[in-house]
């Protein structure tokens, strides 16, 4: 991509005056109108057997238009009105789509006088109910660590790579932006080289006003390889820590000195909005008392047809303090509620495949801090405890309901693995054999590896890391995972890097 000047981009994301005032020579000024535009592309997303959400930014107020083709029909839709209570952005449900089927959707903003603006085209297929070949890819981590869109390099060509794999849709594990990361014009890698970024003024500091989240997001959607995937490719998110801050957890009091409000409380509502309104994410009615925002519900199922259904986690809204994570009587990271929902829809699906998105891995050790933990894992290879004990749960569950084809899916560690969990390795055997794959980051520094904690028995068949500590992505140490299914239900996982190149491949043959 090349590179946009200061002056543009801050006004992109300040999202400011679209009007202006034309003059000639001996006669009265002349209010010229802008048509409205869309300054961030469009995306669709939760795309489903018979369902998806549109998504567009307007650059003003403006009320959302869709002209949906699938063949010879065309639909056209009318959805909400976007403001700057929405930070101008706006979503539209479809419901009622037919399986199996291409569509092509023209997304623009019409003006209080009806005149319409800038249009742009999404792409999407919905899941076929009939078994059929599809694929899709998945990765974590953008702009982490400093790492931001560095024009001299392309941008951030892993979206490059994913989207040449032309996949039926793109799962976001997670650490979609960096809310607590700035982002400096200038960094000074090891060998001495400097990482020139695109910079904009939300983020230079970390984020604390809902302003100042609203532009992570919006400097994310300034790169031309983001829009033009997710304008292709319908995105499935999900939210883990960064998009408000490194490890946190409800309750907590920040211990951060660049924070003037350390209440992690509210910074997550702020956060959890400004996430909601910039990722194609079905709305849901209930409203939050103090904001009046209505949060959508992570942890949710993507039917994707008669091989694939995807279970996203939601790891963070209910998750207990981090601690050394030996608790005997257990803790939470997924909550009761969501244990008992991720069992019950598990056990209804019908599809060949039931793949677990995960934004927080299960055996490998996240550290936070020298003595508390992050994730799952808590370094003690015995019996489960902590919030190993949900985990535990769960997998019981699976093999007393006799549930085959389980795959975890996972991001976060920033490197790539394939781990295999096996209840002959394990202190805790209550488990059928099952493959965690990990992929990630995608535009952020690199580590790894981690520690692997044996309490569920797993073996790291294969992993690439960093070559040294926070590697920049020019290193090529970025990675993403790929995953296609054949029409008799054979999924083949491969682990790439950001170039696209094929690190590692298993074809797993349906039970």
């Known amino acids: 991509m090349t590179d946009i000047p200061r002056r543009t981009v801050l006004a992109s994301t300040a999202g400011l005056a679209l009007t202006g005032i034309a003059g000639r020579a001996g006669a009265a000024p002349l209010l010229t109108r802008h048509r409205l535009s869309l300054p961030t592309g469009v995306q669709s997303g939760d795309v489903t057997t018979s369902s998806a959400v549109l998504w567009a930014r307007s650059s003003g107020p403006g009320r959302l238009v869709a002209e949906v083709r699938s063949g010879r029909r065309l639909h056209r839709r009318v959805g909400p009105a976007a403001s700057s209570e929405t930070d101008f ?14 569509y092509e959707v023209d997304l623009w903003f019409e003006d209080r006088d009806g ?3 800038e249009s742009r085209r999404a792409r999407f297929t919905t899941g076929a109910v009939h078994p059929s070949a599809t ?3 998945w990765t974590g981590d953008t702009c982490g660590q400093g790492w931001g869109i560095n024009p001299d390099l392309g941008g951030l060509v892993g979206y490059r790579a994913m989207h040449a794999t032309q996949p039926d849709f793109f799962l976001h594990s997670g650490d979609t932006i960096y809310a607590d990361s700035p982002i400096a014009t200038e960094v000074v890698e090891p060998d001495g080289r400097i990482w020139r970024n695109l910079v904009t003024e939300e983020v230079a500091k970390v984020a604390e006003t809902l302003r100042e989240f609203r ?3 919006r400097y994310n959607q300034l790169d031309d390889n983001v829009r033009s995937l997710y304008a292709d490719v319908p995105v499935i998110a999900q939210w883990d820590d960064h998009e408000t801050h490194n490890n946190w957890y409800p309750g907590q009091l920040l211990a951060d000195d660049r924070y003037t409000e350390r209440r992690v409380d509210v910074l997550a509502v702020r956060a959890r909005q400004a996430w909601q309104e910039n990722m194609p994410i079905a709305d849901r009615r209930a409203r939050h008392h103090d904001t009046g925002f209505a949060p959508a519900r992570i942890y949710r199922k993507i039917e994707r047809g008669a ?5 996203c986690l939601d790891m963070r809204t209910n998750k207990d303090p981090n601690t050394p994570g030996l608790e005997p009587q257990g803790t939470h990271i997924l909550g009761e509620e969501q244990v008992r929902w991720l069992i019950r829809e598990v056990r209804r699906s019908r599809a060949t495949w ?10 490998i050790v996240v550290p936070d801090g020298p003595v508390n933990e992050e994730s799952v894992s808590n370094r003690d290879p015995g019996a489960p405890l902590g919030k190993e004990q949900e985990i535990a749960t769960v997998l019981s569950a ?3 309901h006799r549930i085959e084809n389980v795959v975890w899916l996972t991001a976060d560690v920033h490197y790539c693995a394939a781990n295999h969990y096996d209840p002959s390795r394990a202190s805790f055997t209550d488990f059928d054999p099952f493959w965690e794959f990990v992929a990630g980051p995608i535009s952020s520094g690199t580590f790894g590896p981690n520690e692997l904690d044996r309490t569920f028995g797993p073996q790291t068949v294969f992993s690439k890391t960093a070559d040294y500590p926070n590697q920049s992505p020019r290193g090529g140490n970025q990675f993403f995972g790929h995953c296609s299914i054949d029409r008799d239900g054979a999924l083949t996982v491969s682990l790439r890097d950001i170039r696209g190149d094929n690190l590692w491949t298993r074809t797993l043959e349906p039970a």
């Open 307 to 311: 091989h694939l259904d995807v279970f």
């Open 354 to 363: 039931k793949v677990i998105a995960a934004d927080l891995p299960l055996g």
């Open 398 to 400: 699976f093999k007393r």
């Open 115 to 117: 005149h319409r603006g």
């Open 135 to 137: 694929s899709f890819v």
């Open 89 to 102: 952005t706006a979503k539209l449900a479809l419901d009622g789509l037919a399986p199996g089927r291409d």
């Open 215 to 217: 532009g992570r997001h």
